[in-house]
Protein backbone atom coordinates (compact mmCIF):
# COMPACT_ATOMS: atom_id res chain seq x y z
CA UNK A 1 0.00 0.00 0.00
CA UNK A 2 1.72 3.31 -0.63
CA UNK A 3 1.34 6.53 0.88
CA UNK A 4 -0.67 9.52 0.18
CA UNK A 5 3.04 11.65 -0.21
CA UNK A 6 3.52 9.04 -3.57
CA UNK A 7 -0.03 10.78 -5.12
CA UNK A 8 1.35 14.07 -4.35
CA UNK A 9 4.52 13.24 -5.77
CA UNK A 10 2.99 11.50 -9.16
CA UNK A 11 0.94 14.89 -9.55
CA UNK A 12 4.04 17.05 -9.18
CA UNK A 13 5.71 14.80 -11.99
CA UNK A 14 2.96 14.61 -14.56
CA UNK A 15 2.57 17.73 -16.92
CA UNK A 16 1.66 20.72 -15.65
CA UNK A 17 -2.03 22.87 -16.90
CA UNK A 18 -4.98 21.71 -18.17
CA UNK A 19 -3.63 18.73 -21.06
CA UNK A 20 -3.91 16.59 -17.56
CA UNK A 21 -6.72 14.93 -16.73
CA UNK A 22 -7.60 13.61 -13.05
CA UNK A 23 -11.22 11.80 -13.56
CA UNK A 24 -12.77 10.58 -10.03
CA UNK A 25 -15.33 8.08 -9.25
CA UNK A 26 -17.92 9.21 -6.49
CA UNK A 27 -19.18 6.01 -3.88
CA UNK A 28 -16.16 4.78 -1.52
CA UNK A 29 -13.52 7.12 -2.84
CA UNK A 30 -14.51 10.49 -2.17
CA UNK A 31 -16.80 9.92 0.52
CA UNK A 32 -16.79 6.80 2.68
CA UNK A 33 -20.07 4.69 1.67
CA UNK A 34 -22.36 4.74 -1.09
CA UNK A 35 -25.13 8.08 -1.51
CA UNK A 36 -27.66 5.69 -2.77
CA UNK A 37 -27.99 4.00 0.72
CA UNK A 38 -28.24 7.90 1.62
CA UNK A 39 -30.95 8.28 -1.07
CA UNK A 40 -32.74 5.03 -0.01
CA UNK A 41 -32.29 5.47 3.94
CA UNK A 42 -34.43 8.64 3.91
CA UNK A 43 -37.47 7.06 1.04
CA UNK A 44 -37.88 4.25 3.61
CA UNK A 45 -37.60 6.89 6.37
CA UNK A 46 -40.50 8.41 4.88
CA UNK A 47 -42.34 6.08 4.02
CA UNK A 48 -41.75 6.64 0.00
CA UNK A 49 -40.82 3.27 -0.93
CA UNK A 50 -43.04 0.75 -1.63
CA UNK A 51 -42.77 -2.87 -0.96
CA UNK A 52 -42.40 -3.93 -4.37
CA UNK A 53 -39.74 -1.74 -5.66
CA UNK A 54 -37.80 -2.38 -2.27
CA UNK A 55 -37.49 -6.20 -3.08
CA UNK A 56 -36.60 -5.09 -6.49
CA UNK A 57 -33.53 -3.06 -5.36
CA UNK A 58 -32.99 -5.45 -2.95
CA UNK A 59 -32.42 -8.64 -5.23
CA UNK A 60 -30.62 -6.47 -8.25
CA UNK A 61 -28.26 -4.77 -5.08
CA UNK A 62 -27.61 -8.54 -4.11
CA UNK A 63 -26.85 -9.35 -8.37
CA UNK A 64 -24.99 -6.33 -8.53
CA UNK A 65 -22.57 -6.85 -5.60
CA UNK A 66 -22.45 -10.80 -5.25
CA UNK A 67 -22.78 -11.95 -9.03
CA UNK A 68 -21.01 -9.50 -10.05
CA UNK A 69 -23.75 -7.95 -12.18
CA UNK A 70 -24.14 -4.73 -14.50
CA UNK A 71 -25.37 -1.83 -12.04
CA UNK A 72 -27.96 -0.54 -15.04
CA UNK A 73 -30.46 -2.96 -13.56
CA UNK A 74 -30.31 -1.40 -10.50
CA UNK A 75 -30.15 2.39 -11.79
CA UNK A 76 -33.17 2.02 -14.29
CA UNK A 77 -34.97 0.35 -10.65
CA UNK A 78 -34.42 3.36 -8.86
CA UNK A 79 -34.99 5.90 -11.64
CA UNK A 80 -38.44 4.52 -12.78
CA UNK A 81 -39.15 4.95 -8.54
CA UNK A 82 -38.82 8.65 -9.11
CA UNK A 83 -41.26 8.85 -12.52
CA UNK A 84 -43.59 12.15 -11.58
CA UNK A 85 -41.38 13.69 -9.64
CA UNK A 86 -39.98 17.33 -10.15
CA UNK A 87 -36.82 18.36 -10.94
CA UNK A 88 -36.53 20.92 -8.61
CA UNK A 89 -37.90 19.09 -5.92
CA UNK A 90 -35.49 16.19 -6.44
CA UNK A 91 -32.52 18.94 -6.27
CA UNK A 92 -33.68 20.66 -3.08
CA UNK A 93 -34.38 17.18 -2.14
CA UNK A 94 -30.17 16.18 -2.66
CA UNK A 95 -29.03 19.79 -1.09
CA UNK A 96 -31.21 18.49 2.49
CA UNK A 97 -29.71 15.09 1.82
CA UNK A 98 -26.20 16.26 1.76
CA UNK A 99 -26.35 18.75 4.80
CA UNK A 100 -27.57 16.09 6.62
CA UNK A 101 -25.70 13.02 5.93
CA UNK A 102 -23.21 13.08 2.57
CA UNK A 103 -21.44 15.77 3.65
CA UNK A 104 -19.95 13.76 6.81
CA UNK A 105 -19.02 11.03 4.36
CA UNK A 106 -16.62 13.36 2.82
CA UNK A 107 -12.64 11.98 3.15
CA UNK A 108 -11.11 14.83 5.18
CA UNK A 109 -7.39 13.97 2.83
CA UNK A 110 -10.06 14.31 -0.39
CA UNK A 111 -10.25 18.36 -0.48
CA UNK A 112 -6.21 18.51 -0.04
CA UNK A 113 -5.64 15.74 -2.94
CA UNK A 114 -7.74 17.99 -5.05
CA UNK A 115 -6.06 21.11 -4.33
CA UNK A 116 -2.92 19.13 -5.46
CA UNK A 117 -4.44 18.69 -8.68
CA UNK A 118 -5.28 22.99 -8.73
CA UNK A 119 -2.09 23.84 -8.17
CA UNK A 120 -0.57 22.16 -10.66
CA UNK A 121 -3.50 23.32 -13.28
CA UNK A 122 -4.88 19.36 -14.11
CA UNK A 123 -8.70 19.56 -15.48
CA UNK A 124 -10.66 18.01 -12.78
CA UNK A 125 -13.98 15.57 -13.46
CA UNK A 126 -16.16 13.50 -12.01
CA UNK A 127 -16.95 10.20 -13.20
CA UNK A 128 -19.71 8.15 -11.35
CA UNK A 129 -22.37 5.63 -11.94
CA UNK A 130 -24.24 7.86 -9.79
CA UNK A 131 -27.49 10.47 -10.84
CA UNK A 132 -26.93 13.86 -11.02
CA UNK A 133 -29.02 14.90 -8.01
CA UNK A 134 -26.51 12.48 -5.99
CA UNK A 135 -23.19 13.80 -7.34
CA UNK A 136 -24.31 17.37 -7.71
CA UNK A 137 -23.43 18.72 -4.45
CA UNK A 138 -20.28 16.90 -3.12
CA UNK A 139 -18.88 18.10 -6.54
CA UNK A 140 -20.48 21.74 -6.15
CA UNK A 141 -18.30 21.05 -2.35
CA UNK A 142 -15.44 19.99 -3.80
CA UNK A 143 -15.03 22.63 -6.37
CA UNK A 144 -15.27 20.03 -9.29
CA UNK A 145 -16.91 21.76 -11.96
CA UNK A 146 -17.25 18.78 -14.82
CA UNK A 147 -19.40 15.86 -14.26
CA UNK A 148 -19.99 12.86 -16.10
CA UNK A 149 -22.79 10.72 -14.48
CA UNK A 150 -26.13 8.81 -15.43
CA UNK A 151 -28.77 11.34 -16.47
CA UNK A 152 -32.51 10.38 -15.58
CA UNK A 153 -34.74 11.94 -18.90
CA UNK A 154 -36.72 15.21 -18.36
CA UNK A 155 -39.74 16.26 -19.85
CA UNK A 156 -40.86 19.83 -18.89
CA UNK A 157 -39.27 19.75 -15.50
CA UNK A 158 -40.31 16.58 -14.81
CA UNK A 159 -38.69 12.68 -14.74
CA UNK A 160 -40.06 10.37 -17.03
CA UNK A 161 -38.50 6.86 -15.15
CA UNK A 162 -35.99 6.57 -17.78
CA UNK A 163 -32.16 7.20 -18.39
CA UNK A 164 -30.69 9.31 -21.23
CA UNK A 165 -28.45 6.75 -21.99
CA UNK A 166 -26.38 3.63 -20.08
CA UNK A 167 -25.91 4.13 -16.79
CA UNK A 168 -21.88 5.32 -16.05
CA UNK A 169 -20.45 1.79 -14.87
CA UNK A 170 -18.16 -0.51 -16.02
CA UNK A 171 -16.86 -0.36 -19.58
CA UNK A 172 -19.83 3.06 -19.76
CA UNK A 173 -17.79 4.92 -17.39
CA UNK A 174 -15.21 4.49 -19.39
CA UNK A 175 -16.11 4.88 -22.56
CA UNK A 176 -17.69 8.42 -21.25
CA UNK A 177 -13.94 9.53 -19.77
CA UNK A 178 -12.64 8.91 -23.13
CA UNK A 179 -15.06 10.46 -25.60
CA UNK A 180 -14.85 13.17 -22.47
CA UNK A 181 -10.82 13.22 -22.66
CA UNK A 182 -11.24 13.34 -26.91
CA UNK A 183 -13.17 16.51 -26.72
CA UNK A 184 -11.13 18.03 -23.81
CA UNK A 185 -8.02 17.30 -25.78
CA UNK A 186 -6.14 15.47 -23.03
CA UNK A 187 -4.34 12.66 -23.94
CA UNK A 188 -5.38 9.31 -21.84
CA UNK A 189 -1.26 8.35 -21.90
CA UNK A 190 -1.30 11.19 -19.00
CA UNK A 191 -4.35 11.13 -17.21
CA UNK A 192 -4.89 10.23 -13.95
CA UNK A 193 -8.14 8.20 -12.83
CA UNK A 194 -9.01 7.62 -9.23
CA UNK A 195 -11.86 4.46 -7.91
CA UNK A 196 -12.32 2.18 -5.04
CA UNK A 197 -13.57 -0.46 -7.28
CA UNK A 198 -12.68 -3.28 -9.33
CA UNK A 199 -15.60 -2.39 -11.73
CA UNK A 200 -13.97 0.40 -12.50
CA UNK A 201 -10.46 -1.07 -13.58
CA UNK A 202 -11.69 0.06 -17.56
CA UNK A 203 -11.34 3.13 -16.60
CA UNK A 204 -8.47 2.67 -14.50
CA UNK A 205 -6.80 0.81 -17.28
CA UNK A 206 -7.53 3.55 -19.79
CA UNK A 207 -5.35 5.92 -18.45
CA UNK A 208 -1.70 6.71 -18.19
CA UNK A 209 -1.87 6.98 -14.15
CA UNK A 210 -4.15 4.94 -12.29
CA UNK A 211 -5.03 4.95 -8.52
CA UNK A 212 -6.58 2.39 -6.35
CA UNK A 213 -8.15 5.14 -3.74
CA UNK A 214 -9.55 2.64 -0.88
CA UNK A 215 -9.61 -0.04 -2.64
CA UNK A 216 -11.91 -3.11 -1.86
CA UNK A 217 -10.16 -6.20 -1.68
CA UNK A 218 -10.69 -7.33 -5.19
CA UNK A 219 -9.10 -3.48 -7.01
CA UNK A 220 -6.50 -4.11 -3.73
CA UNK A 221 -5.36 -7.34 -5.74
CA UNK A 222 -5.33 -6.02 -8.98
CA UNK A 223 -3.67 -2.50 -7.96
CA UNK A 224 -0.49 -4.45 -6.66
CA UNK A 225 -0.71 -7.23 -10.11
CA UNK A 226 -0.43 -4.19 -12.22
CA UNK A 227 1.55 -1.99 -10.12
CA UNK A 228 -0.51 0.84 -9.60
CA UNK A 229 -0.51 3.28 -6.87
CA UNK A 230 -2.92 2.32 -4.09
CA UNK A 231 -4.21 4.35 -1.14
CA UNK A 232 -6.42 4.12 1.44
CA UNK A 233 -7.33 7.23 3.38
CA UNK A 234 -8.43 7.98 7.03
CA UNK A 235 -11.73 7.73 7.39
CA UNK A 236 -13.80 10.71 8.50
CA UNK A 237 -14.59 10.20 12.76
CA UNK A 238 -17.84 11.46 13.28
CA UNK A 239 -18.83 8.47 16.12
CA UNK A 240 -19.05 8.75 19.69
CA UNK A 241 -16.10 6.76 20.91
CA UNK A 242 -16.40 6.16 25.17
CA UNK A 243 -13.00 8.28 25.01
CA UNK A 244 -13.90 10.41 23.13
CA UNK A 245 -17.22 11.14 24.83
CA UNK A 246 -15.28 10.74 27.93
CA UNK A 247 -12.99 13.25 27.60
CA UNK A 248 -15.48 16.02 26.12
CA UNK A 249 -17.52 14.83 28.77
CA UNK A 250 -14.32 16.29 31.48
CA UNK A 251 -13.93 19.30 29.03
CA UNK A 252 -17.40 20.75 29.34
CA UNK A 253 -17.10 20.01 33.28
CA UNK A 254 -13.60 21.72 33.72
CA UNK A 255 -14.89 24.64 31.70
CA UNK A 256 -17.93 25.18 33.64
CA UNK A 257 -15.83 25.16 37.16
CA UNK A 258 -13.88 28.00 35.48
CA UNK A 259 -16.82 29.56 34.40
CA UNK A 260 -17.98 29.37 38.19
CA UNK A 261 -14.68 30.88 39.22
CA UNK A 262 -14.43 33.47 36.91
CA UNK A 263 -18.01 34.92 38.30
CA UNK A 264 -17.05 34.45 41.74
CA UNK A 265 -13.79 36.91 40.85
CA UNK A 266 -16.11 39.15 39.05
CA UNK A 267 -18.83 39.49 42.15
CA UNK A 268 -15.71 39.91 44.36
CA UNK A 269 -13.80 42.28 42.31
CA UNK A 270 -17.11 44.29 40.66
CA UNK A 271 -15.70 44.06 37.47
CA UNK A 272 -17.53 41.33 34.63
CA UNK A 273 -14.35 41.98 32.50
CA UNK A 274 -11.83 40.43 34.89
CA UNK A 275 -14.31 37.45 35.14
CA UNK A 276 -14.75 36.97 31.46
CA UNK A 277 -10.76 37.75 31.09
CA UNK A 278 -10.28 34.72 33.62
CA UNK A 279 -12.78 32.23 32.19
CA UNK A 280 -11.25 33.57 28.53
CA UNK A 281 -7.73 32.87 29.49
CA UNK A 282 -7.69 29.21 31.16
CA UNK A 283 -11.14 28.13 29.84
CA UNK A 284 -10.47 27.16 26.40
CA UNK A 285 -6.40 26.03 26.76
CA UNK A 286 -7.67 23.49 30.27
CA UNK A 287 -11.11 22.44 27.88
CA UNK A 288 -8.85 22.02 24.76
CA UNK A 289 -6.11 19.75 26.60
CA UNK A 290 -8.65 17.32 28.43
CA UNK A 291 -10.70 16.84 24.77
CA UNK A 292 -6.59 15.71 23.65
CA UNK A 293 -6.81 18.32 21.14
CA UNK A 294 -3.35 20.25 20.52
CA UNK A 295 -3.83 24.14 18.90
CA UNK A 296 -1.37 25.18 16.33
CA UNK A 297 -1.24 28.71 15.55
CA UNK A 298 0.57 30.85 13.02
CA UNK A 299 0.43 34.14 12.95
CA UNK A 300 -0.46 34.61 16.91
CA UNK A 301 0.97 38.45 16.84
CA UNK A 302 -1.66 39.20 14.88
CA UNK A 303 -4.24 38.63 17.77
CA UNK A 304 -2.93 41.11 19.59
CA UNK A 305 -1.25 43.45 17.03
CA UNK A 306 -4.25 45.78 16.81
CA UNK A 307 -7.17 45.49 19.77
CA UNK A 308 -9.61 46.34 19.87
CA UNK A 309 -10.70 44.69 16.21
CA UNK A 310 -13.49 42.57 14.89
CA UNK A 311 -12.06 39.23 14.71
CA UNK A 312 -13.86 36.83 11.62
CA UNK A 313 -13.30 32.81 11.60
CA UNK A 314 -14.43 30.41 9.33
CA UNK A 315 -17.34 28.31 11.53
CA UNK A 316 -18.10 24.51 10.80
CA UNK A 317 -17.78 23.09 14.36
CA UNK A 318 -18.79 23.69 18.00
CA UNK A 319 -15.02 23.56 18.86
CA UNK A 320 -14.29 26.29 17.08
CA UNK A 321 -15.49 28.47 20.35
CA UNK A 322 -12.74 26.54 22.41
CA UNK A 323 -10.16 27.78 19.40
CA UNK A 324 -11.04 31.02 19.31
CA UNK A 325 -11.01 31.35 22.89
CA UNK A 326 -7.18 30.03 22.75
CA UNK A 327 -6.25 32.53 19.92
CA UNK A 328 -8.03 35.97 21.34
CA UNK A 329 -8.10 35.14 24.94
CA UNK A 330 -9.01 38.36 26.57
CA UNK A 331 -11.25 41.37 26.33
CA UNK A 332 -13.41 39.85 23.83
CA UNK A 333 -17.16 39.24 23.29
CA UNK A 334 -19.60 37.85 20.65
CA UNK A 335 -22.95 39.55 19.27
CA UNK A 336 -26.19 37.44 19.59
CA UNK A 337 -30.00 38.08 18.76
CA UNK A 338 -31.73 40.46 21.27
CA UNK A 339 -34.24 36.99 22.15
CA UNK A 340 -30.98 34.91 23.03
CA UNK A 341 -30.88 37.33 26.27
CA UNK A 342 -34.28 35.66 27.46
CA UNK A 343 -33.37 32.66 26.33
CA UNK A 344 -31.95 30.63 30.29
CA UNK A 345 -30.00 28.10 28.35
CA UNK A 346 -27.52 31.12 27.47
CA UNK A 347 -28.13 34.46 29.22
CA UNK A 348 -25.57 33.48 31.92
CA UNK A 349 -23.08 33.13 29.85
CA UNK A 350 -24.13 36.05 27.70
CA UNK A 351 -23.94 37.99 31.07
CA UNK A 352 -20.30 37.02 32.14
CA UNK A 353 -19.25 37.83 28.83
CA UNK A 354 -21.21 40.95 28.33
CA UNK A 355 -22.53 39.61 25.09
CA UNK A 356 -23.61 42.04 22.79
CA UNK A 357 -27.36 41.91 21.81
CA UNK A 358 -28.74 43.24 18.47
CA UNK A 359 -31.83 43.91 17.34
CA UNK A 360 -31.55 41.42 14.03
CA UNK A 361 -35.57 42.06 12.99
CA UNK A 362 -34.92 45.72 12.15
CA UNK A 363 -34.04 45.61 9.08
CA UNK A 364 -34.88 49.24 8.33
CA UNK A 365 -32.76 50.71 11.04
CA UNK A 366 -29.85 48.11 10.66
CA UNK A 367 -27.09 50.76 11.72
CA UNK A 368 -28.90 51.75 15.17
CA UNK A 369 -29.31 48.17 15.92
CA UNK A 370 -25.71 47.17 15.80
CA UNK A 371 -25.22 50.13 18.12
CA UNK A 372 -24.70 47.45 21.35
CA UNK A 373 -21.78 46.03 19.56
CA UNK A 374 -20.36 49.17 18.10
CA UNK A 375 -20.35 50.49 21.41
CA UNK A 376 -18.31 47.68 22.69
CA UNK A 377 -15.52 47.97 20.70
CA UNK A 378 -15.15 51.49 21.15
CA UNK A 379 -14.89 50.62 24.68
CA UNK A 380 -11.68 48.35 23.97
CA UNK A 381 -13.55 45.38 23.82
CA UNK A 382 -12.61 43.17 20.98
CA UNK A 383 -15.79 41.39 18.85
CA UNK A 384 -15.60 37.92 17.34
CA UNK A 385 -17.70 36.67 14.86
CA UNK A 386 -18.22 34.25 12.45
CA UNK A 387 -19.33 35.95 9.06
CA UNK A 388 -20.88 32.70 7.34
CA UNK A 389 -23.60 33.54 10.03
CA UNK A 390 -23.58 29.69 10.87
CA UNK A 391 -21.91 26.24 10.84
CA UNK A 392 -21.18 25.35 7.34
CA UNK A 393 -21.50 21.45 6.28
CA UNK A 394 -18.32 21.08 5.26
CA UNK A 395 -15.25 23.10 5.37
CA UNK A 396 -16.62 25.33 2.34
CA UNK A 397 -16.98 28.51 2.75
CA UNK A 398 -20.10 30.12 2.80
CA UNK A 399 -21.49 32.93 1.38
CA UNK A 400 -20.12 35.97 4.10
CA UNK A 401 -22.58 37.95 5.81
CA UNK A 402 -22.05 41.98 5.84
CA UNK A 403 -22.78 42.50 9.44
CA UNK A 404 -19.26 41.98 11.01
CA UNK A 405 -17.94 44.46 8.04
CA UNK A 406 -20.38 47.21 9.24
CA UNK A 407 -19.09 46.74 12.65
CA UNK A 408 -15.99 47.30 12.18
CA UNK A 409 -16.48 50.19 9.51
CA UNK A 410 -18.54 51.72 12.64
CA UNK A 411 -16.20 51.82 15.16
CA UNK A 412 -13.17 52.23 13.23
CA UNK A 413 -11.57 49.20 14.02
CA UNK A 414 -9.60 46.73 12.20
CA UNK A 415 -10.63 42.96 11.19
CA UNK A 416 -8.30 40.21 11.60
CA UNK A 417 -9.01 37.03 9.42
CA UNK A 418 -8.71 34.10 11.64
CA UNK A 419 -8.43 30.60 9.49
CA UNK A 420 -9.44 27.46 11.64
CA UNK A 421 -8.33 24.40 9.75
CA UNK A 422 -9.85 20.63 10.34
CA UNK A 423 -11.96 21.82 13.31
CA UNK A 424 -14.44 20.01 12.01
CA UNK A 425 -12.88 16.42 11.49
CA UNK A 426 -12.46 16.68 14.66
CA UNK A 427 -15.92 17.57 15.80
CA UNK A 428 -18.05 17.53 13.34
CA UNK A 429 -21.05 19.85 12.68
CA UNK A 430 -23.90 18.16 14.59
CA UNK A 431 -21.88 16.79 16.70
CA UNK A 432 -21.20 17.28 20.63
CA UNK A 433 -18.32 14.79 20.83
CA UNK A 434 -14.99 15.74 20.29
CA UNK A 435 -11.88 13.67 19.12
CA UNK A 436 -8.70 13.93 20.37
CA UNK A 437 -5.99 15.42 17.15
CA UNK A 438 -4.42 18.51 15.88
CA UNK A 439 -5.76 21.42 15.21
CA UNK A 440 -4.32 24.19 13.09
CA UNK A 441 -5.04 27.94 13.25
CA UNK A 442 -3.59 31.02 10.62
CA UNK A 443 -3.81 34.34 12.38
CA UNK A 444 -3.88 36.65 9.73
CA UNK A 445 -2.51 40.32 9.61
CA UNK A 446 -5.21 42.78 10.70
CA UNK A 447 -7.43 44.58 7.77
CA UNK A 448 -7.38 48.31 7.97
CA UNK A 449 -11.44 49.47 7.57
CA UNK A 450 -10.05 53.27 7.57
CA UNK A 451 -11.27 55.20 4.37
CA UNK A 452 -14.00 52.42 3.74
CA UNK A 453 -17.45 53.96 2.20
CA UNK A 454 -20.64 51.75 2.39
CA UNK A 455 -21.14 51.54 -1.40
CA UNK A 456 -17.33 49.86 -1.62
CA UNK A 457 -18.46 46.97 0.82
CA UNK A 458 -19.57 44.56 -1.38
CA UNK A 459 -16.03 44.77 -2.61
CA UNK A 460 -14.26 44.57 0.28
CA UNK A 461 -16.58 41.69 1.66
CA UNK A 462 -15.06 39.61 -1.33
CA UNK A 463 -11.48 40.70 -1.02
CA UNK A 464 -11.82 39.13 3.01
CA UNK A 465 -13.34 36.06 1.83
CA UNK A 466 -11.10 35.49 -0.90
CA UNK A 467 -8.19 35.89 1.90
CA UNK A 468 -9.78 33.18 3.84
CA UNK A 469 -9.98 31.07 0.89
CA UNK A 470 -6.60 31.01 -0.36
CA UNK A 471 -5.69 30.15 3.26
CA UNK A 472 -7.98 27.15 3.69
CA UNK A 473 -6.91 26.01 -0.17
CA UNK A 474 -3.52 26.25 0.61
CA UNK A 475 -3.98 23.83 3.89
CA UNK A 476 -2.13 24.47 7.68
CA UNK A 477 1.21 25.56 8.08
CA UNK A 478 2.90 22.64 9.39
CA UNK A 479 6.24 22.23 11.33
Known amino acids: MNRLEDIYSAIAAAPQGPKTLAAFDLDGTLITGYTAGVVYRDRLRRFDLSVAELL ?79 AQDVAYDLG ?56 DVPM ?32 PERGATPVATARTG ?19 SGNRRTAANLVGTFGPDLALRLCG ?27 DMLVIGKVIQRD ?28 RSDTVQARAALKPAVDKLRGGTSIAIAPEGTRSPT ?26 HNAGDLMWRNSFVAHAGEVYVDVLEPISTEGWQVEDLDKHVAEVRERFDDVLRAGPVKA
Not at 208 to 228: H, M, S
Not at 253 to 268: E, H, I, P, S, Y
Open 56 to 134: RTTGAAFDTQFRGADVGRLMQIAVTGLAGRREDELREWSQRLFRQDIAAMIYPDIRRLLDAHRRAGHRIVLATSATVYQ
Open 144 to 199: IDEILCSRPEVVDGMLTGKLTGPALWGPAKAAAVRAFAEEAGTPLSEAFAYSNGAE
Open 204 to 235: LDSVGRPVALNPDRRLAGIARAEGWLSVRLPR
Open 250 to 268: MALGALMATTAVGATAGVL
Open 293 to 319: IDVHITGEDNAWSARPAVFMFNHQSSL
Open 332 to 359: VTGVAKKEASHDPRFAAVGTLLDVAYVD
Open 395 to 420: PRLGRFKKGGFHLAMQAGVPIVPIVI
